[in-house]
């Protein structure tokens, strides 16, 4: 039900830009291939969380091709695993083909890194959210946003409306926590939430005390956070606490703990790496399988 999020209109456009992109001009290579009726089928050759179907339908439905999905979106790859045909003109897939993998590759690698990032959290007996954050690829947040909710992530704000996010930046401008937060307050109004960024106790007390809503514990140790959390939970309990700053897979269990709400992760949108898929055009009679090449 995830794609149900995408605005067809905001999706189209995304296509249709990235179908430029790749081919603003002349595409030599479609007199080689010529227009015939032809087939192929789309392998996954790495393991992980398949995630972005959406993507990869819409840039084909706009080059009048039909895809068949044998897994739904959020199953576990096994490779070498069969994952769906595209069926069309052979120029058409052809031209397709290498935006669709780029996009369904990244979306993939990223929905694999929230799974193994809320596997971890959940492993370490913590309920909370594992959420990304807005580090993400100029053009290409939709498609990795999306592939966070695939994983089991939560997006975070979406951008810069979906939330009043004070950064020390912020602070700085304004001239103090209170004097930010008070701001921040008035903008905000009855619609949003406001969250500020504290580098110590002494700045989230100053932003609870200034109404926040939630205060984000930056950079923080994880024998520095669990502190800080508890002495801010118990004189503001109805504050959320995010913890983020050089959180990865492998320490992502030492900041799980009782008074953190929120665990938001740059790398799951900046370090996952690309999942491996091909696309082979085949004969009707038998589709060969890929072979992998191990690095």
Known sequence: GLALLLPPVTLAALVDSWLREDCPGLNYAALVSGAGPSQAALWAKSPGVLAG?????????????QVSWFLPEGSKLVPVARVAEVRGPAHRLLLGERVALNTLARCSGIASAAAAAVEAA??????????????TTPGFRLVEKYGLLVGGAA?????????????????VAAGGVEKAVRAARQAADFALKVEVECSSLQEAVQAAEAGADLVLLDNFKPEELHPTATVLKAQFPSVAVEA???????????????HIDVISMGMLTQAAPALDFSLKLFAKEAAPVPKIHWS
Do not use: E
């Not at 179907?53 to 091709?65: H, M, R």
């Not at 997006?155 to 602070?171: I, P």
């Not at 983020?244 to 009782?258: A, M, R």
């Open 244 to 258: 983020s700053g050089g959180i990865t897979l492998d320490n992502l269990p030492q900041f799980c703990g009782p």
């Open 53 to 65: 179907q959406p993507f990869f339908d819409a840039i084909f439905t706009q080059l009048n091709c």
């Open 122 to 135: 959940r492993g370490a007996g913590w309920t909370g959210h594992v959420a990304g954050t807005r580090k």
């Open 155 to 171: 997006s975070h704000r979406y951008d810069l409306g979906g939330l009043v996010m004070v950064k020390d930046n912020h602070v």
